[in-house]
């Protein structure tokens, strides 16, 4: 019986219920309480022992840590702090924790320290529940697809292609340094871990009409701040016969979708991950306070229709705006084609509209190749939509459909025909407008939960100089 189960009886606390639980001890006190939790929720069971009627020796081995097998009765508790409790009968001690080795004691440990634990760290309060937030996330994305058509493509980690052009990729090889010919490695050219599934996802899209691609990419960018991972895992839709328009209503459906099931789904450990962040803004005053706690930030986005606002309009409120004399822009916008940094759209969102916003129609010189060029030449068909707290959470497009446009953008950026061949294809047969998104699920995850940094929201963080585990 896991705790889920025991959970369901509480509503009956007047019976008396025979129950047998397993799971790892967080606290043994006074010889007499232990705090028993066994994953699957955030919420301790009080387990009641007897100490006259155990052995000594039986004791010493309930330790922080230790995996143990509880029977007994669940009664209503005489104490605080929990409704029920478990009047134990019987205890078998399943596998020992040395309490002078195991490294997470009941104390508050840092997030650097917990790191260094990540095969442990997931046994605290608060990554047992960004852990689960995280599995019932990936659960709601495939239910959405599902439910709207979707087909699930499983697009390839190894590439001989570079989807965004920025050249930032691992190198995958067979060959000794000393080696250097790529026709005589393993796959007889140069490849790559891929860093997006988005150019094989349009060529399902285009014979299946939805498809999404959920799986891990990989940049190889040497940047260690709290954004950045150089293993993490996207969400890519790609839909056929769609244009910027209907891309847009998807991206914000779909948001909606799964963080309203997740708000309803994980609400304790949601309530916890809350009452922790509000915590820490008040203990640590160097961390700006956010406006909106992390419940209200997530029915910020569910409830407010997002405000659709073109480029060129954002520009001219940035340029016009006025923050604050306190806090003002550490990068100031004073001309068009300058690329937004997430100050800029975090007011946008925050101050000026007061709502989620999707901008659409950028400068084509910062956007990738294969977005569709507008008819006034200097803009394309990109769409990025902003959340409060932490900027740009989703990046899409209209693809370019034209195959001589295509051509001319590849050009422009250096990109070998012979490279994307296949990619041009299907402008020759059959080409249709067409339109997706990626979303990196990690920065998800990060803004559901309100963790601050990206590392501590994927079970075994890939950094630079860092691949423990």
Known sequence: MNFQTVKALLSDTHQLHDVHVKGWVRT?????????????????????????????????????????????ILVESQGKGQSVEIQVSRIEILGDSDPDEYPIQPKKHSFEFLREKAHLRVRTNTFSAVMRVRSALSFAVHQYFHKEGFYHVHTPIITGSDAEGAGEMF???????????????????????????????ETYAMGMGKVYTFGPTFRAENSNTSRHLAEFWMIEP??????????????????????????????????????????????????????????????????????????????EILKNCKPNKKKKFKYIIDEWGADLQSEHERYLVEKHFKCP????????????????????????????????????MVGGSQREERLEVLKERMAEMDIEEEELWWYLELRKFGTAPHSGFGLGFERLVQFTTGMGNIRDVIPFPRTPQNADF
């Open 28 to 72: 043994f006190r006074a010889n007499r309480f232990i705090a028993l939790n066994d994953g699957s929720t955030i919420q301790n069971i009080q387990c009641v022992v007897d100490f006259e009627k155990l052995e000594e020796e039986q004791l010493k081995r309930i330790t922080t840590g230790a995996a143990i097998s509880v029977s007994g």
């Open 171 to 201: 190198r995958v090889t067979t060959l000794d340094k000393s080696e250097s010919n790529p026709e005589e490695d393993f796959f007889g050219k140069e490849t790559n871990l891929t860093v997006s599934g988005q150019l094989e996802a």
């Open 238 to 315: 790609e839909v056929a016969f769609n244009e910027l328009d209907d891309n847009m209503d998807l991206a914000e459906d779909f948001i909606k979708s799964v963080l309203s099931y997740v708000v309803d789904y994980c609400a304790d450990d949601l309530k916890f991950l809350d009452q922790r962040l509000e915590q820490e803004e008040k203990t640590k005053p160097q961390l700006q306070r956010a406006e909106l706690g992390l419940l209200e930030r997530l029915q910020f986005i569910i409830e407010n229709q997002f405000k659709r606002v073109s480029y060129t309009e954002a520009i």
């Open 357 to 392: 916003v999707i901008l659409f129609d950028y400068p084509a010189k910062i956007k990738a190749f294969y977005m569709r060029r507008n008819e006034d030449g200097k803009t394309v068909r990109a769409m990025d939509i902003l959340f409060p707290g932490i900027g740009e």
